[in-house]
């Protein structure tokens, strides 16, 4: 019903900035918990940040935080994921997810969004 499209995603340096958009269709963007995932070669997938449906409330690990702001702008169905410092050790694959349960999506590694974007690549070069 919602599909999900990313953008924004591509070579930086060590230190540089980036900044991806995800843009939703349909009109149900706004009721969603809405997060961003990314997973590298050979990992597993996790949550580096996640945000409510009216930007109440905000979530990052600490391997980001500081670094990574996530914000929404429901008028646009689009949320983004500004990016700065960045290590090449962020180089992943970026999804942006949408979510029912804000608290499930934070806590638990087992929780699967109710959808997912196709990705975009992030390659941070030293």
């Known amino acids: 019903q919602v599909q999900l499209v990313e953008s924004g995603g591509g070579l930086v340096q060590a230190g540089g900035s980036l900044r991806l958009s995800c843009a939703a269709s349909g009109r149900t963007f706004s009721t969603y918990t809405a997060a961003w995932f990314r997973q590298a070669p050979g990992k597993e997938r996790e949550i580096v940040a996640a945000i409510t449906w009216n930007g109440g409330m905000t979530y990052y690990p600490d391997s980001v935080k500081g670094r990574f702001t996530i914000s929404r702008d429901n008028a646009k169905s689009t949320l983004y994921l500004q990016m700065n410092t960045l290590k090449p050790e962020d180089t992943a694959v970026y999804y942006c997810?949408?979510?029912?349960?804000?608290?499930?999506?934070?806590?638990?590694?087992?929780?699967?969004?109710?959808?997912w974007g196709q990705g975009t690549q992030v390659t941070v070069s030293s």
């Open positions: 997810a949408l979510g029912s349960n804000y608290f499930a999506l934070v806590t638990s590694s087992y929780y699967r969004p109710d959808y």
